[in-house]
């Protein structure tokens, strides 16, 4: 039958069934009890159900969905998420198996929206859905970037579009090439920062706006600073929460260093001494402003070293096409800005340098963009290593601040040490 009584006393294990003794674990009937607890609290939340009994009526009824589920999971209604989870642990695979499994490919209208806050990533976020949907050829993707040209008047017809906020904003809104209303899974990627960031606030509000009241909407990042918890927790409805402990945050397998110079230059010295221990696999390197990545690029070409540069100057499909050159492994090196800060997944980058330190607009340490830059490497499990380059008092300051926010110790490097860190980078 399978049908849950949820009257009866659980948290008392029957002894006997039929005279005869029975074993019962005791810790299988007390979660069973919490589950069903659950169950119905949830039921009454939602408003499914009023009453105990209203609860056990349906549960005799064959035709009701309530006949036998063990659980609120089991009833497949659409549960809004909001998810933190590390760096490069599968956050992409797990939205994008939600989205593929809402899709009803008979259904010739879109169905499913993924914004993410950069081109580069709504192309690979585009990818990873390409791929695993390749096990499902009848869905359908479409990209909502600029230069991807619809005609005026035409609906989209692929059932998942993936996007930045202002191109998907337009196709939903003002285009009107995407009907809202028949969205049934929204996600917001990066979710932090399209809630942090005041332009892409207003355009992932607006369009969330649109959707209708049963969307389920599934928000991800790797963190999520305090008050944009809450903001986030006020504009999606009844949200299941995964939320890390701040020193969950950091993973164990990339490991921290900063190395002590007194200038850009002795930073640069630094750098050109490490970089043959860093190229072995791939690295990232970071500078706060477009300015100093083409100094930067510029000085290490230069040297002799070959380098690409990627920074927001550039027009999207050059920026594509170093970042395509970069994950084939034509060059090693990619000297950047915080463009490239977030979700980029490039498995063999093994190191991230930080030539500058990630500030906000008035100095003070950028915690949420470091975790994002360091987590470039150590992507699913792997090892990798991150180097802090420190000019000055100031920045030393910021790098402790650091160290306190994610109570993580990040130690001293001697760049003169090259076996060191060739075997850290290895
Ligand atoms: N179940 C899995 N088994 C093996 N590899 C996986 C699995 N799930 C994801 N990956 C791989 O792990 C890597 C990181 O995944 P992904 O880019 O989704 O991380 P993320 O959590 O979104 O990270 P970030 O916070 O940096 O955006 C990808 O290369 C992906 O292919």
Sequence with gaps: MGSLRLTE??????????????????LLWVSEDVAVQSLLNKLIRSSLVNTT??????????????????????????????????????????????????VDPAQTWTQCLCVSPTYELALQTGK????MGQFYPEVKLSYAIRGNKVERGQKIQEHIVIGTPGTVLDWCHKL?????????????????????????????????????????????????????????????????????KREEETLDNIKQYYVLCNSKEEKFAALCNIYGAITIAQAMIFCHTRKTAGWL??????EGHQVALLSGEMVVEQR????????????KVLVTTNVCARGIDVEQVS???????????????????????????????????????????????????IQEHFNKKIEKLNTDDLDEIEKIAN
Excluded at 9 to 26: C, F, I
Excluded at 67 to 82: A, D, G, M, W
Aim: include cysteine; glycine fraction near 6%; proline fraction near 5%.
């Design 128 to 131: 990873v859905i390409e791929q």
């Design 351 to 401: 190191v991230v340098i930080n030539f500058d330190l990630p500030v906000d607009k008035d100095g003070n340490p950028n915690n949420e963009t470091y975790l994002h830059r360091i987590g470039r490497t150590g992507r699913f499990g792997k090892r990798g290593l991150a180097i802090n380059m420190i000019d000055s008092k100031h920045s030393m300051n910021i790098l402790n601040k």
């Design 176 to 244: 009107k090439f995407i009907d809202p209303k028949k969205i049934k899974v929204f996600v917001l990627d990066e979710a932090d920062v399209m809630i942090a960031t005041q332009g892409h606030q207003d355009q992932s509000i607006r369009i969330q706006r649109l959707l209708p009241r049963d969307c389920q909407m599934l928000l991800f990042s790797a963190t999520f600073e305090d008050s944009v918890w809450r903001f986030a927790e006020r504009i999606v409805p009844d949200p299941n929460i995964i939320k890390l």
């Design 53 to 102: 009994n209203q609860v056990e009526v349906l549960q005799r009824d064959p035709s009701s969905p309530l006949y036998s589920v063990k659980s609120f999971e089991q009833l497949r209604l659409p549960q809004n998420l909001i998810a933190q989870s590390q760096s490069g642990t599968g956050k992409t695979a797990a939205f994008v198996l939600a989205m593929l499994s809402h």
């Design 297 to 302: 690029a510029g000085e290490l070409s230069r």
């Design 320 to 331: 594509a096409a170093v970042i395509e050159r970069f994950r084939e492994g034509k060059e």
């Design 9 to 26: 006393n659980r948290l008392a294990p029957k002894a006997e069934t039929n005279g005869k003794k029975k074993n019962v674990d005791p």
